[in-house]
Nanobody
Framework: QVQLVESGGGLVQSGGSLRLSCAAS????????VAWYRQAPGKQRELLTA???????NYVDSVKDRFTISRDNTKNTVYLQMNSLKPEDTAVYYC????????????????WGQGTQVTVSS
């Protein structure tokens, strides 16, 4: 069984920073791609950024140059550094990962974390 646990959310003033973590545990041989999403009240969940196993990243325009995704493969953890936060960044943030559980198979499974709340006050 695999679990993804996000942490690091909270309340921050506009212009502030937060660093979210997404830690994977359980039967893990390797983690391929990991993405961060967010969902604001009354809105659809949106993809923000993703990172491949090789460290290749991409971002949506709304967070480019403010958010940075990174990963520590030794800790099975992915981070989201969020700078210059705005009230419109207020949402529940989720990580999503494709995980390969065993060396014997190339099959991966997709997992979601439970989410962490980020609130940015004006």
């Amino acid at each position: 069984q695999v679990q993804l646990v996000e942490s690091g959310g909270g309340l921050v003033q506009s212009g502030g920073s937060l660093r979210l973590s997404c830690a994977a545990s359980g039967n893990i041989f390797g983690i391929t791609s990991v993405a961060w999403y967010r969902q604001a009240p009354g809105k659809q969940r949106e993809l923000l950024t993703a990172i491949t196993s090789d460290g290749i990243t991409n971002y949506v325009d709304s967070v480019k140059d403010r958010f940075t995704i990174s990963r520590d493969n030794t800790k099975n953890t992915v981070y989201l550094q969020m700078n210059s936060l705005k009230p419109e960044d207020t949402a529940v943030y989720y990580c999503n990962a494709d995980i390969r559980p065993t060396e014997g198979s190339f099959r991966t499974y997709n997992y979601w974390g439970q989410g962490t709340q980020v609130t940015v006050s004006s």
